[in-house]
């Protein structure tokens, strides 16, 4: 689904623009969704579903939140990329689950909470989206 495609790499652009007008807290929602928004391109390439309905009644019949169903549904996707070894597929979906479990406690507390973030705080953040973009762009779609 490109337009999933295209939306995550515009959420990442928003939350540049709000960083460049030191709205810090509100860039971390961008942030965290061009994640979810690229999660649910490749839940669908890999799953062969092409209307964005059927992955929304697939997403709606789960007991789980749609966000940490479709995270470990992911999470599953990278237990199954070729081409490179046990350990570095391991790291690779450790990795992409601290990150993305990260983001969402801070999305969480960005939007949520009383806790406002300054420059210094997205330096993570961005990092951190960027790399589960590229990883998921790069092994799964």
């Known amino acids: 689904?490109?337009?999933?495609?295209?939306?995550?790499?515009e959420s990442i652009k928003a939350g540049n623009a709000l960083i460049s007008?030191?709205?810090?807290?509100?860039?971390?929602?961008?942030?965290?969704?061009s994640c979810i928004q690229i999660m649910i391109a490749c839940y669908c390439k890999k799953k062969g579903?092409?209307?964005?309905e059927t992955y929304q009644d697939e997403c709606d019949n789960q007991q789980l939140s749609?966000?940490?169903?479709?995270s470990?549904?992911?999470?599953?996707?990278l237990d199954n990329v070729k081409g490179i070894n046990d350990d570095m597929r391991y790291k690779?979906?450790?990795?992409?689950?601290?990150?993305?479990?990260?983001?969402?406690?801070?999305r969480?507390?960005?939007?949520y909470r009383i806790k406002k973030f300054e420059e210094e705080d997205l330096k993570d953040i961005v990092k951190s989206a960027n790399e589960i973009v590229?990883?998921?762009t790069e092994k799964l779609l």
Do not use: G, P
């Open 1 to 9: 689904m490109q337009i999933l495609i295209d939306k995550s790499a």
């Open 21 to 33: 007008n030191n709205m810090y807290t509100n860039s971390v929602h961008c942030f965290y969704y």
């Open 49 to 52: 579903i092409t209307k964005f």
């Open 66 to 70: 749609s966000h940490i169903w479709l």
């Open 72 to 77: 470990n549904n992911i999470y599953r996707l």
């Open 92 to 106: 690779m979906r450790t990795r992409f689950n601290f990150l993305i479990n990260d983001l969402k406690d801070k």
């Open 108 to 111: 969480v507390a960005a939007d």
């Open 134 to 136: 590229t990883t998921l």
